[in-house]
């Protein structure tokens, strides 16, 4: 079993930082790319910002200058740092990983059970 587990999601006011960490476990061969997402109300998921094993990065153009992303290997944690948030960021954040079990499986991918962010007043 992989699981994936989210923290660090909350209340903050328009300004103001916040620090999503996200920890996997379980049978895990190998973890490719990491990832966050995001979901508002009414609206579809969409990507926030994605990491690779070897640190390269993407973010959506929405939270470019605002958000890093890092990871852990070792630790097999995914973290973003959220700075001068707007109420537009609030929405419920995913961690998603590519992750093998096994050297022969297939990457597969998993998901969080998400965490919810209100950026308010």
């Known amino acids: 079993q992989v699981q994936l587990v989210e923290s660090g999601g909350g209340l903050v006011q328009p300004g103001g930082s916040l620090r999503l960490s996200c920890a996997a476990s379980g049978s895990i061969f190998s973890i490719n790319v990491m990832g966050w997402y995001r979901q508002a109300p009414g609206k579809q998921r969409e990507l926030v910002a994605t990491?690779?094993?070897?640190?390269?990065?993407h973010y959506a153009d929405s939270v470019k200058g605002r958000f890093t992303i890092s990871r852990d290997n070792v630790k097999k944690m995914v973290y973003l740092e959220m700075n001068n948030l707007k109420p537009e960021d609030t929405a419920v954040y995913y961690c998603?990983?590519?992750?093998?079990?096994?050297?022969?499986?297939?990457?597969?991918?998993?998901w969080g059970q998400g965490t919810q962010v209100t950026v308010s007043s």
């Open positions: 990491i690779t094993s070897g640190g390269s990065t």
């Open positions: 998603n990983a590519k992750i093998k079990r096994t050297r022969w499986d297939q990457e597969y991918d998993y």
